[in-house]
């Protein structure tokens, strides 16, 4: 399969458009980056586990024991290519008032101490309940930070979805990939990535 082909969609999932009103309303003003940044300062969040989404603040589930397993798989098939940095879920940030948590970012440059990266050559999020968090929430973010690859994996369904060609309204490719089929690897120091080797032990519900 080449990297720009695409599968059918699915009825009543990948025919849905990934620009979407955002899934979890603001129940005050929208937080800034600044904001969101001083709140962590005076300790505000030490209790809880979330990330900034377009001004709200989202929780993040404690992963489960099949989601920190594909993470540990993906991380080590990135490993960390001499000139590169591997994230893992650590924030980024996209002014003016996100800063997601992927499960991994890949990035071309050290990060900084002054503030998180702002851009990344890849992006991942595994999803077992945030499938749709992830594609029409966080996916138009990564596009409209000029994030040139996203990886969207969606275990019920045994899925790697590779978006590319983002702009201001998203990415305007979608190739998905299955078992058997070989993923092009995100850098020319790695080999195709393997969906049944990262997948192994994991049964697809959908």
Same mark, same amino acid.
């Given at each position: ?88 879920? *650590?924030?980024?940030?996209?002014? /003016?008032?996100? $800063? !997601?948590?992927?499960? &991994?970012?890949? +990035? @071309? ?66 190739? *998905?990939?299955?078992?058997?089929? /070989?993923?092009? $690897? !995100?850098?020319?120091? &790695?080999?195709? +990535? @393997? ?12």
């Amino acid at each position: 399969m080449s990297p720009d082909s695409k599968r059918s969609p699915r009825p009543g999932r990948d025919d849905e458009p990934m620009a979407v009103a955002p899934l979890i309303p603001s129940t005050a003003s929208p937080i800034d980056l600044a904001a969101y940044y001083e709140m962590l300062a005076r300790g505000e969040l030490d209790d809880s586990s979330v990330e900034l989404l377009e001004g709200d603040l989202v929780s993040v589930s404690p992963p489960s024991p099949t989601h920190a397993a594909v993470v540990d798989r993906l991380t080590r098939y990135l490993g960390t290519p001499r000139g590169y940095w591997l994230r893992v879920q *650590s924030p980024l940030e996209i002014p /003016p008032n996100s $800063a !997601p948590e992927p499960d &991994l970012a890949l +990035l @071309d440059e050290a990060p900084s101490t002054k503030h998180h990266p702002r851009k990344a050559l890849l992006v991942v999020e595994v999803a077992i309940h945030s499938y749709t968090e992830d594609r029409n929430r966080k996916g138009p973010l990564y596009a409209r930070a000029g994030i040139p690859r996203y990886w969207l994996l969606n275990l019920p369904c045994g899925e790697l979805e590779s978006y590319t060609q983002p702009g201001p309204g998203g990415y305007r490719t979608c190739t *998905s990939y299955r078992r058997g089929d /070989p993923v092009p $690897a !995100p850098l020319q120091q &790695l080999s195709e +990535l @393997d969906i049944g080797e990262l997948l192994q032990g994991v049964k697809a519900t959908r």
